[in-house]
T-cell receptor
Framework: AQSVTQLDSQVPVFEEAPVELRCNYSSSVSVYLFWYVQYPNQGLQLLLKYLSGSTLVKGINGFEAEFNKSQTSFHLRKPSVHISDTAEYFCAVITMNSGGYQKVTFGTGTKLQVIP | KAGVTQTPRYLIKTRGQQVTLSCSPISGHRSVSWYQQTPGQGLQFLFEYFSETQRNKGNFPGRFSGRQFSNSRSEMNVSTLELGDSALYLC????????????FGQGTRLTVV
């Protein structure tokens, strides 16, 4: 079985400060990793994804994440946050089962609160 | 290119009723997945359809069902609604089964009273 853990349910950070949102996963097979953002009263948007290749992935709005296979982590980072980054962030893992079908597991989300 | 369209955006139903939610994927996308989002449980996977067949199912009771049509549009049905079914229901469409180009709709907010 696969699982995704986002240890921090809420992360307050001052504007222009750096932030890291943590995501750890467990899976017995290869994974694809995603970060999604949900702004208040809106649906989910894809921030970035890791499928293969370079372990450092750059996404939209200045976010990046690094895949660390040995630590089974995919932490999301931004060097300087803006008020508009206030939102909830979800980490997700996708694996393929033996039938070639995808299984998706989401973390419980981390609410990023940017303080002016 | 139009995004993923979910209708209706908001819905209020009473306990015991049934509801049908609709999702139109991005043109060319054949995979449609449904998710339930609640403050207490977070985001939970309901089911995935690909080429009109249910490929994966999450851990939800049989009151939750779905289907996909030949044009890839999908519907989700919840029968005998309970108060706990109040949630934001999100639909995602992707180009292939690996979800490499996966896009979400804005969701249908269902309130059961």
């Amino acid at each position: 079985a696969q699982s995704v853990t986002q240890l921090d349910s809420q992360v307050p950070v001052f504007e222009e400060a750096p932030v890291e949102l943590r995501c750890n996963y467990s899976s017995s097979v290869s994974v694809y990793l995603f970060w999604y953002v949900q702004y208040p009263n809106q649906g989910l948007q894809l921030l970035l994804k890791y499928l293969s290749g370079s372990t450092l992935v750059k996404g939209i709005n200045g976010f990046e994440a690094e895949f660390n296979k040995s630590q089974t982590s995919f932490h999301l980072r931004k060097p300087s946050v803006h008020i508009s980054d206030t939102a909830e962030y979800f980490c997700a893992v996708i694996t393929m089962n033996s039938g070639g079908y995808q299984k998706v597991t989401f973390g419980t989300g981390t609410k990023l609160q940017v303080i002016p | 290119k139009a995004g993923v369209t979910q209708t209706p955006r908001y819905l209020i139903k009473t306990r015991g009723q049934q509801v049908t939610l609709s999702c139109s994927p991005i043109s060319g996308h054949r995979s449609v997945s449904w998710y339930q989002q609640t403050p207490g449980q977070g985001l939970q996977f309901l089911f995935e359809y690909f080429s009109e067949t249910q490929r994966n199912k999450g851990n939800f009771p049989g009151r939750f069902s779905g289907r996909q049509f030949s044009n890839s549009r999908s519907e989700m049905n919840v029968s005998t609604l309970e108060l706990g079914d109040s949630a934001l229901y999100l639909c995602a469409s992707s180009l292939d089964r690996q979800g490499r180009k996966s896009f979400f709709g804005q969701g249908t907010r269902l309130t059961v009273v």
